[in-house]
């Protein structure tokens, strides 16, 4: 517990948290000594130090009873919305759990009963932080390093500044308070950490989050840009990797926009944006004749083939002249690119299924009992070459593409083999077997007639 | 055949073995509607010297150790000409001389065989089957694999949970605080060493009291035999029962076999001692009705621990069955029926629990 210097109020808190309400009051210092504890600078003995422990706790035992009435809350619990805020609902704000409270923002006196006393511009009180004002208080906080360093160190400051730079920001700078502000994303009074499940902010929730605003077609109708994005992204292969296998490294809205500075990649910068995950193929498009010829046309690379909010999971099929096919919107049947597409695809579909016919064998001789673990396992390298060669589409090279279906085809006909020798190894044993339980069968028969003769 | 006779008599000349097996051509066996129930131990030993025979043969790849055992195993299977025979035999023999081994004390309960003058061949037999579990305990081990060495890691600390010398118990056979190549290593040991030379020691003290004392026969037989001598009829152990024991052992033989080379033992995954069990881990199957009922008890009874109620209990009730034989009323009065219906009620309880186990998840 500590008793801060410049507050009229005394915060009893776990955090030794000072109460901060910059932009309600005048101009914060950041010196040292705002942090520092009245008295324990100046304590110079030990038994100094107990007495005057002594009395801070007896003090601090009278004065808790102060600091746990919140008048803000007493009424505020009992409001509908949108003035209503329980004390369970504010628990689970990030903010109230480092010790703000809602001074911190709103100002006030929550220690007065009187409701002209606690909301008394005299006491600093604001009421309703205007939508307007909400950029810049939250930033009188979060863009402060020495403040936040005391709750979390690695906790970067630069959100405001990106916010400034972001679609949002900037039309938000010229009037326009549809768009977002900071409490449109985090929520308000239970605003939690992105890293809880339940925050609006967690990678999780990030889609649903933005989607809010950008799939409402009213909302966005003067904004003249799809609202298609979400239901889009909802049935794209990075959504089934964060939501349905819960790998928290897919993408999500943010993933690509930026979150405080959040903007459409550019038709040019697409490609960058992608290769931050998707390294090889970005390398291998780079030198590749298309990277030139989308240049030219202004095309936006990856998403030509791939789109770019509802991305399908690849597969084979985008190769083919089917209605999957990509190729075949540009190029003419026929003619060299045509005959490179169907190439590569008859050299994958080859290898895929050398792979599967392969599994086929093993699998079988495994239920037989056969030891075959080591061709399973060589079964990924085949497996890996598959993989290689897809990404190696990206070159459009068929030359490239070759050597890796060529490798693969190489290991898959070694455990092909392997297979086919398990099998002949087993069919062999249970010969064996056969030849062993008739000689076995003579020789009991021999027993029993033996046993006969001696008996008779 | 001359010669074959000259060979027998110069032997005999040195050796004198007519006098040794002379016993053994004027032994007999009793004959009866249960004598089949006799080849049981015979078949136990048929499988105990095939599980020496194989042992030692995969002695010759096997590498005890962290870092190889599995490799030499897989080896065995894959490389050896044959190995996998050998080892799918070693394995399944193993089981089916567990099976064997408590089908024949079952037996030796319900046909009473344990009376009096036998108490000694019914204890020396007990500790064989303790020593047979024994074995297939430590050998699960050595190949090295997920199941196995979860499955270690589990035996090995319920009997730390034994007071008192529980903890250093585990620590002994674990040669350390956890399952490692250290286990593996002094397992090994246990398992080709200490636990076939003390097994030998007392199967032969075993067979000798078993031809000191002759086969019993069931105490309502024996009465009606005495009331009737002439009633009673016997078969020469030799050659007689010794050729339907042969045949026996080769029905065995042909088990062993078929099994080994329709359904050669599994080698699994390589034991990472890093990764987290395998769900539903469950030991062998013979340890599984012990494993099951552990499972069942409530973490607390009464003030006492579950566990360690449960691994107590075993132990005494281990103990009282080894001296079964002292709670039975003296021949020819009276057996005692209860000791009848313990039986029937603990080899109920034995294959129930061992389903249970087997099916529960």
Known sequence: MAIWQNRKQIVISRGFIPEKSAFLRSPRTTDSSRLKPVGMTKARSASAARLFSLAALLLLGTLAFAQTKNSCLDCHSALPDPLGVTAEKFSQDIHAQKGLTCVSCHGGDPASDDPDQAMSPKKGWKGKIDRKQIPQLCGSCHSDPAYMRQFNPSLRTDQLSQYHTSVHGQRFAAGDTKVAVCTDCHSVHDIRAPGDPNSTVNPVNVATTCSRCHADASYMSSYKIPTNQFAEYSKSVHHDALAVRGDLSAPTCTTCHGNHGATPPGVDKVQNVCSNCHTFQAQMYEKSTHKKAFDAANLPGCVVCHSNHGIRHPTDAMLSAGPDAVCMRCHTPGDACDRARAGILSDLTQLDEAIKSTDRVLAVAESSGMEVSEARLAQDQARDSLTKARVTIHSFRTDLVDQDIQAGLKVAAKNLQAGKQAMVERNYRRFGLAISLIAIGLVLVGLRLYIKQIES | ?361
């Open chain 2, 1 to 361: 055949m001359s010669l074959l006779r000259n060979v027998r008599d110069w032997l005999d000349e040195r050796l004198e073995w007519e006098d040794l097996i002379a016993p053994l051509r004027k032994k007999t066996v009793p004959l009866h509607r249960l004598s089949y129930w006799y080849f049981l131990g015979g078949i136990t030993l048929f499988l105990f010297v095939i599980q020496v025979l194989t042992g030692i043969l995969l002695l010759l790849y096997y590498r005890p150790g962290a870092n190889e055992a599995f490799e030499s195993v897989q080896y065995i299977m894959t490389q050896v000409k044959f190995g996998w025979l050998i080892r799918s035999i070693h394995s399944w023999s193993a089981n089916l001389m567990i099976f064997t081994a408590f089908a024949h004390m079952f037996s030796v309960l319900f046909l009473k065989a344990y009376r009096k003058p036998r108490e000694l061949t019914w204890v020396s037999g007990m500790i064989l089957l303790f020593l047979v579990m024994g074995f297939g305990f430590s050998g699960y081990l050595l190949p090295w694999n997920t199941l196995a060495f979860f499955a270690t890691k589990v035996g090995t600390e319920i009997t730390g949970q034994v007071p008192v010398i529980g903890k250093p118990m585990m620590i002994f056979l674990r040669g350390g605080e956890d399952v490692t190549g250290a286990t593996l290593t002094r397992f090994f040991g246990f398992h080709v060493a200490v636990l076939p030379g003390l097994a030998t020691l007392l199967i032969f003290f075993h067979l000798l009291l078993v031809q000191r004392l002759g086969m019993s026969v069931p105490p309502r037989l024996e009465a009606e035999w005495s009331a009737n001598p002439a009633a009673r009829r016997e078969m020469k152990f030799f050659p007689n029962f010794a050729l339907r024991e042969l045949m026996a052992w080769y029905v065995a033989l042909g088990v062993l076999g078929a099994l080994a080379a329709i359904f050669p033992w599994n080698l699994g995954v390589k034991a990472d001692p890093f990764v987290s069990a395998p769900a539903g881990i469950k030991p062998e199957w013979y340890f599984l009705f012990m494993f099951q009922t552990l499972k069942l008890i409530p973490p607390k009874v009464w003030f006492i621990d579950g566990e360690i109620l449960g691994v107590l209990g075993f132990g005494l009730i281990g103990l009282l069955w080894l001296l079964l034989p002292f709670f039975e009323s003296e021949y020819p009065s009276r057996p005692k029926r209860w000791i009848t219906g313990l039986a029937v009620f603990a080899l109920a309880y034995v294959a129930g629990m061992s389903v249970y186990g087997h099916l529960a998840k």
